[in-house]
């Protein structure tokens, strides 16, 4: 592992850090550079993504979805059919 996260693990282990608190641990990635702080959301965003499974569903988001699916008159389309109209307004 390298890059921000390291560098943050680095100032943890390294007693820079006094309190793993969540201020704490927000205050350590504010100093960070903006790009690397964009590459440290990304790579907790991708651990996100790696356990779908662990994310809760808002029960507001399950009751949107059941209301746009039973709209009687709505189309979906699938990714495919997505693509190719975009492709042809190119």
Do not use: C, F
Request: charged content about 30%; cysteine-free.
């Amino acid at each position: 592992m390298n890059g921000p996260v390291q560098a943050l693990l680095d100032r943890v282990d390294g007693d820079e850090i006094p309190a793993m608190t969540r201020e704490a641990l927000l205050a350590e990635i504010l100093r960070l550079p903006p790009e690397e702080r964009i590459e440290l959301l990304g790579d907790a965003w991708d651990a996100i993504a790696a356990s779908p499974d662990e994310v809760p569903m808002p029960a507001w988001h399950a009751a949107v979805l059941e209301k746009r699916l039973s709209e009687p008159h709505r189309q979906y389309l699938s990714w495919d059919e997505v693509r190719e109209r975009l492709k042809e307004s190119l």
